[in-house]
């Protein structure tokens, strides 16, 4: 099974800073990885598909990278709705598709 | 608009078995895949089943195969999820989830769960 690392666990922030979320994978999964926005009490949102694709109505703000194993998610610029926790994907091993552990994005 | 809504949750005791439902609307849902993801209470996110568009390919997490079967109904736009032996770590919020394409294994849209509890 790939595994996803996720760090930091908790990140904290202000708004108009700029936040850098990173998932490491326990092997290759070339750039089949999502991002997914969780706010308490809601279902996840799609953000970043293939490493880098932005989805369909997801602010320019929010953008994805990938170096080997290692991918980002970078927030340019905070804004209050992004205080959120958010989980990276997989889909390279399907059909044993894994999710990372999250990261918490709180305000400072 | 593209809906997803779950039905069928609530609490079951260990062993017993539950069939949650997915109605959908909004797209055409005989041209996407579709699955099941699986949120327990204060954890994070576990895949746990998927079905392509015409039910040829399925597929299940480890953690709940020979115990879950996973269907859908393209004449009425319906995806099923089959809960045999259930166990107290099966306990979740259960999402019903689309695929971003016929099968990218990639989910953009979600519904608002149902509520798996399983005790005694």
């Known amino acids: 099974e790939i595994v996803l690392t996720q760090s930091p666990a908790t990140l904290s922030l202000s708004p108009g800073e700029r936040a850098t979320l990173s998932c490491r994978a326990s092997q290759s999964v070339g750039s089949y990885l999502a991002w997914y926005q969780q706010k308490p009490g809601q279902a996840p949102r799609l953000l970043i598909y293939?490493?880098?694709n932005r989805a369909t109505g997801i602010p320019a703000r929010f953008s994805g990278s990938r170096s080997g194993t290692d991918f980002t998610l970078t927030i340019s610029s905070l804004e209050p709705e992004d205080f959120a926790v958010y989980y990276c994907?997989?889909?390279?091993?399907?059909?044993?598709?894994?999710f990372g552990q999250g990261t918490r994005l709180e305000i400072k | 608009e593209v809906e997803l809504e779950e039905s069928g949750g609530g609490l079951v005791q260990p062993g017993r078995s539950l069939r949650l439902s997915c109605a959908t609307s909004g797209f055409s849902f005989e041209d996407y895949a579709m699955h099941w993801v699986r949120q327990a209470p204060g954890k994070g996110l576990e895949w746990v089943s998927g079905i392509s568009w015409n039910s040829a390919t399925i597929a299940y997490a480890d953690s709940v195969k020979g115990r879950f079967t996973i269907s859908r109904d393209n004449t009425k736009n319906s995806l099923y999820l089959q809960m045999n032996s259930l166990r107290a770590d099966d306990t979740a919020l259960y999402y019903c989830?689309?695929?971003?394409?016929?099968?990218?294994?990639?989910?953009?849209?979600w519904g608002r769960g149902t509520l798996v509890t399983v005790s005694s």
């Open positions: 989830v689309k695929d971003l394409s016929i099968t990218r294994y990639y989910f953009d849209q």
């Open positions: 293939d490493a880098s």
């Open positions: 994907q997989q889909r390279s091993s399907w059909p044993r598709i894994t």
